[in-house]
């Protein structure tokens, strides 16, 4: 399994902003804005690996 799988990605339908957001609970707020919900998701995904990616070069934990 790959880290990135471990976290729930959620994209959803914002009202106020009239398109999908993702977000990452308890890690990443609303982040990634679209009209497509797939490409949001796409989005979040590389979001999360790139955030992987700067807390282990840091030699931080990821958080649970």
Known sequence: MKERDRYLKIVEWSEEDICYVGSIPGWIGKCCHGDEKIQVYRELTELLEEWIDIYKE??????I
Request: charged share 50%.
């Open 58 to 63: 840091d030699k931080r934990p990821l958080p």
